[in-house]
């Protein structure tokens, strides 16, 4: 059975640093495509950044691009975003998707939430002021 948990969410101030990391359990590969979404009620799901464990190549939103860092750690199977200088608009509930043996479409053409079949719970990012 798959599993993906999300862990590390909170509260931040604006303009300090907080990770999220993401624990993938059950698959028989340790090359599987991740994606980070983030969804805040009333606006659409928008995808963060993205990874190929098997080659690393990444993917970050135009919106988080040099503050957002995405990074595996293949030992641990776990995928962490790292997320510097945060803004007021980088509160949302952040989910991690999964899909084994690789991505569906180039990482540079961002990932999709069709792309993924399996989803963690999700998580809570609060930036204050």
């Known amino acids: 059975r798959v599993q993906v948990m999300e862990s590390g969410g909170g509260t931040v101030q604006a303009g300090g640093s907080l990770t999220v990391s993401c624990k993938v359990n059950?698959?028989?590969?340790?090359?599987?495509?991740v994606g980070w979404f983030r969804h805040v009620p009333g606006k659409e799901r928008e995808a963060v950044a993205g990874?190929?464990?098997?080659?690393?190549?990444?993917y970050l939103a135009a919106s988080v691009k040099g503050r957002f860092t995405i990074s595996q750690d293949s030992a641990k199977d776990t995928i962490s975003l790292q997320m510097n200088s945060v803004k007021l608009e980088d509160t949302a509930i952040y989910s991690c998707?999964?899909?084994?043996?690789?991505?569906?479409?180039?990482?540079?053409?961002?990932?999709?939430?069709?792309?993924?079949?399996?989803w963690g719970q999700g998580i809570q990012v609060t930036v204050s002021s």
């Open positions: 998707a999964t899909r084994p043996y690789g991505c569906t479409r180039p990482l540079a053409s961002g990932p999709r939430e069709s792309d993924f079949p399996d």
């Open positions: 059950g698959y028989t590969t340790r090359e599987y495509c």
């Open positions: 990874i190929f464990t098997g080659i690393g190549n990444t």
